[in-house]
């Protein structure tokens, strides 16, 4: 059996029955999730899709009453509490429970409740005469879970760290009778699914715990409660409380429904809500206080007293809305863990057995088991993807590639450190290696010394369809196989089992059309196609080809000849930027068109033009009084993090963007006034330049011959599905949007240079251009296609890099100001070895 024939829908459904919700689900989906036509939406662990009946319906519900402060006595106000009293109902009856064995407290999310508890729970510190309490935590827990302990170390409690493996390996039987006299609190927090791998956690742990069967509760007298974080599970898969009473139980309602956001709950037992001890008391929460004196009585209520102030009622009515599109399109939690399963199981099955034509595997799947149930996995494929020679290959570099397809995944620890080096094998000295090496959570530095720091994840949801899983699969193939596809018979047949009725052949080789084929001529052999000839060693010189500047940040360049150097980089380069109706930076990730902008600065009238086709040009100044600004015009947006200060360019540019990209927008430009210092890098050299509106450093240099070799790169590609065509060379330069193209020079020779000299202005090279999907927008039309970034990532192993950023280094004592011209002569420096 291929490769191709293991992804039709015939073979999914005949190895797993389990799939969508009736006959009509394909319907339901398109007409439901109309946004996500074209999307591979993969990410549902991070957050669910909502269907558009949810908004529809509590919208209408929104427009239709008149809600108002359930704290007031009104009848708007008497809707609100009922409204919400049905909600929490509501809850407790989807996980099996009643308000007699439940409270519901409401919180801004699963974060929240967990914090509600940490500062809650009555922590004993040891005394000569009481045992202390203990903080006992799965190592493999979310990071909201472990950051109890900083609260915890504070107070003398001792924080204990439990392998998932030590709980039933290191129980002891029955608990001693001694806990009839020792009350000392303990709590144990584990998850019901891991986030990182999709494991799940046997429920009966709970009831373990309490009765102090299992470590570390065995090993400790005292009365255990036990936190299930439910966060993860609660999105797939049914929870019973009835089967695992667990004391509290975080959860947030985007995991489920994907909106509300910023809302959670806190389930709490309701014979454990007596131990929780509050300090801070808001409106609400009080039975009676006095301002005057230390005299205050909490609501008898359990969740009157925890939700301190005004709930988020608009939110908790959303809710109900939820659990309404949730049911009538699903049929309940069941039919969602089964379908997600399959889906999860299917992806696992395929990806676990595809190999490289070498034989190699193309992937190291992170999981405990092997997909067999889903009482034991959830809907998460966690894995790294490894080249044919064994090599992983950076998640960074899976991410950048899957935005090209449109394919949205999660990449990194996922806040969950523990899994992360378990899985991966990092050990605490390496985590701190990595830290001082720059990488910290959530950045794009996915290896160290070769080693990964992260990994990748695809997690499905109620919503997810077999084409999800195709298309998925169909990705890691063409973009990261070494071709021909293979896939390893004996591991299909292990992760399938030996009853599903597949053949034993040995590894089978694919070559069909469906999947992309690379010629095997290495890019080795391309790069002795140019010779590998000495610098200058037939004279030629090497010289500044072509000098670009973007006004507008993400818009169309602007190619000079004599260009003035200013303070933050070329003079004008990148000092204004377009934002849309939220205030937030457009690039042309988010809107390609972009490109079709073509901004002019015009010197000798002090205007930049704004043109595209189609539009009459305006202008606005290039410099502006900034004593005529009002406090209205100044604003702060974000640029790759950084906070700059920006002054709005008026409404006639903003109803001229507006109209040409089809959605609110404005202009705004870098206040004259601010500075942004450059950032530096780990590894790269220190500098005290400051920045326009540009990403990272002050210039972006390519080289032609660089350009060059990429072209033929692509050209020894053979690859039909991408339905790409062969791009020229300077259609490929300008998508690489730099600001300087040089000649006479190899192939990537500029990635080993440390400084150079362009005409009399020195430059330092401050560190590679890492690359993403943008370089797939064409800049003539604003199409996106696959190339360059599939053979720029086949090319470069690790990080895909291309070009090098520069910075001005000014001279000692007085200057003059500095003119780049074209045709200027280069004097590079390389490092010192």
């Given at each position: ?28 989906t ?22 558009e ?23 708007s ?28 407290i409401?919180?801004?999310g ?7 508890v ?43 760290p ?7 390996n ?29 494991r799940?956690y ?124 949730l049911?009538?399109i ?9 379908h ?7 992806t ?9 034509g ?15 149930s ?22 960074s ?14 990449t ?14 990092i ?39 077999f084409?999800?899983?195709?298309k ?29 009725g ?42 500044l ?11 169309g ?44 600065v ?114 020894s ?8 065509h062969?791009l ?25 240079w ?31 296609t ?7 990532s086949?090319y ?5 890099t ?32």
């Amino acid at each position: 059996m291929d490769f191709q024939k293991l992804c039709t829908f015939e073979t999914f459904q005949r190895l797993w029955s389990h799939y969508g919700y009736g006959e009509n689900f394909q319907d339901v989906t398109e007409q439901e999730f109309t946004r996500i036509k074209g999307i591979t939406y993969l990410d549902h662990a991070a957050a669910s899709l909502y269907p558009e009946s949810l908004l529809r319906d509590y919208f209408q519900d929104i427009s239709r009453n008149v809600y108002g402060n359930p704290h007031s006595h009104n009848p708007s106000s008497r809707l609100t509490h009922d409204t919400v009293e049905r909600v929490r109902y509501r809850v407790l009856q989807h996980f099996n429970t009643t308000p007699e064995e439940y409270s519901v407290i409401f919180t801004s999310g699963c974060t929240a409740a967990l914090k509600l508890v940490a500062e809650s729970f009555p922590w004993r510190t040891q005394t000569e005469s009481e045992a202390g309490s203990h903080f006992c935590y799965l190592t493999d827990n979310h990071t909201s879970v472990v950051g109890i302990r900083g609260l915890t170390s504070g107070r003398g409690v001792v924080s204990l760290p439990v392998l998932p493996q030590e709980v039933e390996n290191r129980a002891q039987g029955e608990a001693q009778g001694e806990d009839v006299i020792c009350q000392t609190p303990h709590l144990f927090c584990y998850p019901a699914q891991s986030n990182f791998s999709g494991r799940k956690y046997p429920l009966s742990h709970v009831k373990g715990i309490q009765a102090r069967r299992l470590y570390p509760a065995c090993d400790h007298h005292g009365r255990w409660f036990v936190l299930l974080d439910a966060a993860s599970h609660v999105g797939c898969s049914p929870l019973n409380l009835q089967n695992c009473p667990a004391d509290f139980i975080p959860i947030s309602f985007y995991k489920m429904f994907g909106f509300p956001t910023g809302l959670g709950a806190l389930l709490v037992r309701n014979d454990a809500a007596g131990i929780l001890k509050k300090t801070y008391f808001g409106g609400g929460t009080a039975a009676a206080y006095l301002s005057g004196e230390d005299y205050y009585v909490y609501a008898a209520n359990i969740s009157d007293r925890f939700e301190d102030g005004t709930i988020s009622f608009l939110d908790i009515i959303a809710v109900n809305h939820g659990f309404e599109s949730l049911y009538r399109i699903t049929g309940g939690m069941h039919n969602i863990e089964q379908h997600t399963f399959g889906l999860a199981r299917h992806t696992y099955m395929l990806l676990s057995s595809l190999c490289h034509g070498n034989g190699r595997p193309v992937a190291q799947i992170y999981a405990e088991g092997r997909f067999e149930s889903p009482s034991t996995q959830g809907a998460i494929v966690n894995f790294n993807l490894v080249d044919s020679h064994g090599r992983i290959i950076g998640y960074s570099q899976v991410d950048r590639m899957a935005s090209l397809y449109n394919i949205h995944l999660r990449t990194g620890c996922f806040c969950n450190t523990g899994a992360c080096q378990s899985f991966l094998g990092i050990t605490n000295q390496q985590m701190r290696r990595n830290l001082q090496a720059g990488h910290v959570c959530g950045d794009n530095i996915d290896l160290v010394d070769c080693q990964p720091t992260g990994s990748v994840r695809v997690s499905f949801g109620y919503m997810s369809t077999f084409e999800d899983c195709q298309k998925f699969l169909n990705f890691v193939a063409e973009c990261f196989i070494e071709k021909p596809v293979t896939v390893d018979q004996v591991k299909l047949k292990t992760a399938t089992g030996a009853s599903q009725g597949l053949n034993e052949h040995p590894p089978i080789k694919i070559t069909n059309g469906d999947v992309c084929e690379v010629d095997e001529k290495p890019a080795e052999a391309l790069l002795r196609g140019f010779g590998h000839r000495e610098p200058n060693s037939h004279g030629e010189a090497y010289t500044l080809t072509n000098i670009y500047i973007y006004p507008i940040k993400s818009c169309g360049a602007h190619e000079v000849h004599d260009w003035p150097v200013g303070p933050r980089g070329l003079l004008y380069d990148r000092g204004w930027m377009v934002v849309n109706g939220n205030g937030v930076c457009l690039s042309q990730k988010r809107a390609p068109c972009l490109c079709l902008i073509h901004p002019q600065v015009h010197l000798p009238s002090n205007k930049l033009l704004l043109q595209a086709s189609g539009m009459d040009t305006i202008s606005v100044p290039l410099e502006n009084n900034t004593q005529m600004h009002t406090r209205s015009q100044v604003c702060q947006s974000k640029v790759c993090g950084d906070r700059v200060e920006t002054v709005d360019c008026g409404d006639e540019a903003a109803s001229w963007l507006s109209d040409f990209l089809g959605q609110p927008c404005r202009l705004i430009r870098q206040s004259p006034d601010f500075t942004r210092d450059m950032k530096k890098k780990p590894g790269g050299a220190a500098t005290s330049s400051s920045l326009s509106l540009v990403n990272e450093a002050q210039y972006l240099m390519i080289n032609r011959a660089s350009v060059e070799f990429i072209h033929k790169l692509m050209s020894s590609r053979k690859d039909d599905s991408a339905g790409d065509h062969l791009l020229d060379t300077q259609n490929v330069i300008s998508r690489f949007r730099a600001n300087l193209v040089i000649a006479g020079v190899e192939p990537f020779k500029e990635d080993n240079w440390s400084h150079l000299i362009i005409g009399n202005t020195r430059f330092m090279v401050t560190g590679q251009c890492g690359r993403c999907q943008m370089i797939g927008v064409d800049q003539d039309t604003g199409a996106k296609t696959k190339e360059p970034l599939m053979s720029l990532s086949a090319y470069r192993a690790g990080k895909v890099t291309f070009g090098v950023y520069l910075t001005h280094e000014l001279p000692e004592g007085p200057t003059t100001a500095s003119v780049l011209s074209s045709g200027s002569l280069i004097q590079p420096e390389p490092h010192r070895s």
